[in-house]
């Protein structure tokens, strides 16, 4: 089992900076893919970011390509998600999750954390 707790989400301005981070519980964290998903409101849930459990590759969605950032620390057993230059449309809720493989798709990660709003002002 893995326990995901999400912080940092928050209200900024339109090209604006968040550090999103999520705890995890458990001992098996380093063998788990780690992704980052996001849900506006009327919106399906949709991949942001995915880095892998054993080389650190990640992937990222075209919207959010060369603005976001994922990254992981293992010791920490935590999951970031730096975001900069933010924009009005990337205001949702944001759901870090824990799977075996780095996925883009939902049904590849097991446990899901709560979710943090993040609210970009224009």
């Known amino acids: 089992q893995v326990q995901l707790v999400e912080s940092g989400g928050g209200l900024v301005q339109a090209g604006g900076s968040l550090r999103l981070s999520c705890a995890a519980s458990g001992r098996t964290f380093s063998s788990y893919a780690m992704g980052w998903f996001r849900q506006a409101p009327g919106k399906e849930r949709e991949f942001v970011a995915t880095?892998?459990?054993?080389?650190?590759?990640?992937y990222y969605a075209d919207s959010v390509k060369d603005r976001f950032t994922i990254s992981r620390d293992n010791a920490k057993i935590t999951v970031y998600l730096q975001m900069n230059s933010l924009k009005p449309e990337d205001t949702a809720v944001y759901y870090c999750?824990?799977?075996?493989?780095?996925?883009?798709?939902?049904?590849?990660?097991?446990?899901w954390g709560q979710g943090t709003q993040v609210t970009v002002s224009s």
């Open positions: 880095i892998s459990w054993n080389d650190g590759s990640t």
């Open positions: 999750a824990a799977g075996r493989v780095a996925g883009i798709y939902r049904d590849e990660y097991n446990f």
